[in-house]
C-alpha cells in the first residue's frame, strides 16, 4: 500500500488561474494544467528567491518533494511558451496557510501581503 500523500502548506490561490496566448481558439483544448502546489514552488523559489530547503520548509515537505514539484512545474511552463498552449493552474494536494493553527507570517507570504494591504 502506497504512503498518503503529504499535504503541501500554499499561502494563498493565485489571482490568475489561466495564462495562454490571445489567439486560444487555435488551442483551447490543448491546455497544461499545473497544480497549485507547483505554482507555489515556483513563485517561492524563482520569484521570491528561496532556496529548494526553505521552500520545503516552508510548504512542509520534504526537499525532495520540492525538488520534484518544481522540476514538474518548470517542465509545464516551459511547454506553455514553447507550444502555445493555455495554462491552467488548479487542483494538487494542498492546504491553504489560513488552515493552519499558525500562519505563517513570513515576508513572502502572500496571504501577509494581502492582509497588511487592506489595513
Known amino acids: 500500500m502506497p504512503r498518503?500523500?503529504?499535504c503541501r502548506?500554499?499561502?494563498?490561490?493565485p489571482a490568475c488561474d489561466r495564462f495562454?496566448?490571445?489567439?486560444?481558439?487555435?488551442n483551447v483544448v490543448k491546455s497544461i494544467v499545473m497544480t497549485v502546489d507547483e505554482?507555489?514552488?515556483?513563485r517561492l523559489i524563482d520569484l521570491e528567491g528561496l532556496t529548494q530547503e526553505e521552500c520545503s520548509l516552508q510548504m512542509k515537505v520534504a526537499r525532495t518533494t520540492i525538488q520534484l514539484i518544481y522540476?514538474?512545474?518548470?517542465?509545464?511552463?516551459?511547454?506553455?511558451?514553447?507550444?502555445g498552449r493555455m495554462l491552467r493552474i488548479e487542483g494538487?494536494?494542498?492546504?491553504?496557510?489560513?488552515?493552519?493553527?499558525?500562519?505563517c507570517g513570513k515576508d513572502y507570504c502572500h496571504r501577509r501581503k494581502y492582509l497588511e494591504k487592506e489595513e
Open 71 to 83: 522540476c514538474n512545474a518548470r517542465k509545464k511552463l516551459a511547454e506553455a511558451l514553447v507550444c
Open 39 to 42: 505554482y507555489e514552488t515556483i
Open 4 to 6: 498518503p500523500i503529504k
Open 20 to 26: 495562454g496566448p490571445l489567439d486560444q481558439k487555435k
Open 92 to 103: 494538487g494536494e494542498y492546504k491553504l496557510c489560513k488552515d493552519y493553527d499558525t500562519p
Open 9 to 13: 502548506k500554499v499561502c494563498c490561490l
